[in-house]
């Protein structure tokens, strides 16, 4: 009796074939969101809405606007925090963002992919 798959002594070609097909595929779409990423913006704010930052998904920032009631002379530290706060904040959206759409594509397989986003 012939063994399914066609490959004298039981292999799998069948499989690793479907394997490599499903690979490329998810490499596509991976390809696809992370250029879809890129085109993003992402805005947070801090110091209640005093300093804004957005950053796109290829985590450049592109724009920060602080309202002049945040410019203080003799506190140049706190606009400063502040600014490092919404980056941050923007960040970690933008990071959210990239692994929400990572679990899309993987079915939420850990690991598969590392940092592409």
């Known amino acids: 009796m012939a063994k399914r798959g066609g490959f004298p002594g039981g292999g799998m070609p069948g499989n690793m074939n479907n394997l490599m097909k499903q690979a490329q595929r998810m490499q596509r779409q991976m390809e696809e969101q992370q250029a879809a990423l890129e085109s993003k913006e992402f805005t947070a704010t801090a110091g209640g809405g005093v300093v804004e930052v957005t950053v796109t998904g290829k985590r450049e920032v592109t724009k920060v606007k602080i309202d002049p009631e945040a410019v203080d002379p003799d506190d140049v530290e706190m606009l400063e925090d502040l600014i490092v706060a919404a980056t941050n904040e923007a960040l970690r959206k933008c990071e959210e963002e ?20």
């Open 98 to 117: 990239s692994q929400a759409q990572m679990a899309k594509i993987t079915g939420g397989l850990g690991g598969l992919g590392g940092g592409l986003f």
